[in-house]
């Protein structure tokens, strides 16, 4: 097993914190993990971001079997951690083990996916618009274009996925395979497990020869260092996932710099269910059975949890929701992340039952103070019109029911919803004239329409949008799950008439990288 230090590691390097220390926490059981961990003080996040700004010039330009190489052997050093990386996990989060695996396994997979992205190069943008001389009236020059790397990245580590989310996770994974390197600010609820990703990092960029710089750990103390991060002018992008309180203060700091970059902040949804008359036609038990278990799964604590569910009044109805308030009832608290995600839980529920709704269902609590009971709530579409509210998010296992009598309430709902990750249609054939009148509503609110299946479990592809308009995002053309995902960190230039010898080795005659590219207009193969 690696060594855990208890320090960050900036280009290599291990560096004591001079702002204090902290310790992670399990919260399972209140224990406190060694080692502590030493939080580094603003004055040190310099050597981060400059290491980062070093390696730039050689990691972005790097032939693309070598940069893919890398990113496969990040993954393999991963896998290579074994059951060390679990345990630590499940310590720190309380997730279950069978839960870690899968996650880490994603990890893996999406960093292997992005190294074939490398390989094939399509992301790279190339166009080429041959010279004209001979056009008449003007004669056209060459153009030429690609993408390229943006810079040195922020990232900052997510509370509910340690791994896929987190030091290797979905930010860094598409900014190192964007050519950019990435400084990331650890999440301070699971620092023994981002110190193991760390390691695996740091000995694949040793063992394919890769400046030091292209990856840095920080650990440091509350807003503090990460405000100063991304405020360094070093760093030219910002991969968050977390509050919306957190993600619009990294937004206000860097939209203040005299050169205002990029955030890519995933930051709160609801994720509406639209339960549709014909769904109620067939298996209503195993349709409310379905939607508990998306609600209760990981303690609720997943940004694509079905926190609204819009289900038509009538008898079907009311079935599905005596359904769903029985297998509610049966659910058991699971531990959640942290005491201080616990205690916003908690906060969120309270606040809700001071509003016009009512208690459908609680469940039990689990083991110790943090695995508080599952709730169920419900209220009527006018009053769901009526309290901005009831839209707030509730981060765990808490979601409200909303009875509608018809398709105008219907539509009125979709149209007052904020923006959103995901929208859910549960729905029949003979639902399709509904659905087809709520789509291009949809459309406009959320990055990902689903039918006949639940919001919760994300596939990593090259199809996947996990986005969306705000507050869902802070920018709703990007994507943070999947292939697109690269594009964020990414910028075209155009170069025109420059000798072939100068070019960037993308767009030389001859191809030698063997990209796809576009030649006057027409998409060649490689």
Request: net charge negative.
């Amino acid at each position: 097993m690696t060594e855990l230090t208890g320090h960050s590691l900036i280009a290599g390097t291990r560096v004591v914190g001079t702002a204090g220390t902290t310790h992670g926490i399990s919260p399972a059981t209140g224990e406190r993990l060694e080692p502590a961990y030493t939080l580094l003080g603003i004055d040190q996040l310099a050597a981060a971001t400059a290491a980062a700004e070093e390696a730039f010039p050689s990691f972005s330009t790097l032939a693309p079997e070598a940069h893919a190489a890398f990113l496969d052997g990040v993954a393999d050093r991963i896998d290579a951690l074994g059951d060390a990386l679990i345990e630590r996990a499940a310590q720190e989060t309380g997730l279950p083990v069978a839960r870690l695996t899968g996650e880490r396994a994603r990890t893996t997979g999406q960093l292997r996916l992005f190294a074939e992205v490398v390989r094939q190069g399509d992301f790279r943008g190339v166009r080429v618009d041959p010279a004209l001389p001979d056009r008449t009236p003007l004669p056209r020059p060459d153009i030429r274009q690609r993408k390229v790397p943006l810079g040195p990245v922020a990232v900052f580590g997510a509370s509910n996925f340690p791994l896929a989310f987190s030091t290797a996770g979905g930010d860094t994974a598409s900014a190192l395979a964007a050519g950019c390197p990435v400084v990331f600010k650890a999440h301070n609820a699971h620092p023994g497990t981002s110190e193991l990703v760390t390691s695996a990092i740091a000995e694949a960029v040793a063992e394919h020869g890769l400046h030091p710089g292209v990856f840095s750990l920080v650990y440091g103390p509350g807003a503090d260092v990460g405000q100063a991060l991304v405020a360094d002018p070093l760093i030219q992008a910002v991969g968050f996932t977390g509050s919306r309180a957190g993600g619009l203060a990294i937004v206000r700091t860097t939209q203040a710099r005299p050169v205002p970059i990029p955030v890519y902040a995933e930051m709160s949804s609801v994720n509406p269910v639209f339960v549709l008359p014909g769904a109620l036609d067939g298996d209503v038990d195993a349709l409310a059975a379905a939607y508990v278990t998306s609600v209760t799964g990981s303690s609720g604590q997943l940004c694509t949890q079905p926190g609204i569910a819009f289900v038509p009044r009538g008898e079907q109805g009311d079935r599905f929701v005596a359904a769903a308030a029985h297998a509610l009832g049966d659910a058991v608290g699971q531990v959640m992340l942290t005491p201080g995600i616990a205690r916003a839980w908690r906060d969120g529920v309270s606040a809700r039952e001071q509003l016009d709704v009512d208690v459908l269902a609680r469940g039990t609590d689990g083991d110790g103070d943090n695995a508080p009971a599952p709730v169920l709530h419900a209220t009527d579409a006018s009053t769901f019109l009526g309290l901005e509210a009831l839209q707030d998010e509730i981060f765990g296992a808490a979601s409200l029911v909303v009875r509608y009598d018809g398709a105008d309430d219907l539509a009125a709902a979709a149209g007052r919803l904020e923006g959103q990750l995901t929208a859910t249609l549960q729905l029949t054939e003979r639902d399709h004239e509904l659905a087809a009148t709520l789509l291009p509503v949809l459309e406009r609110k959320a990055g990902r329409i689903l039918a006949n299946g639940w919001p919760t479990g994300v596939e990593v592809g090259h199809a996947m949008v996990h986005g969306g308009p705000f507050p869902a995002t802070s920018d709703s053309r990007t994507t943070s799950v999947g292939t697109l995902a690269i594009e964020r960190f990414l910028r075209p230039v155009a170069y025109q008439n420059l000798p072939d010898a100068l070019l960037p080795t993308p767009l030389r005659e001859g191809n030698p990288w063997h990209l796809v590219r576009r030649v006057d207009g027409v998409l060649e193969q490689r």
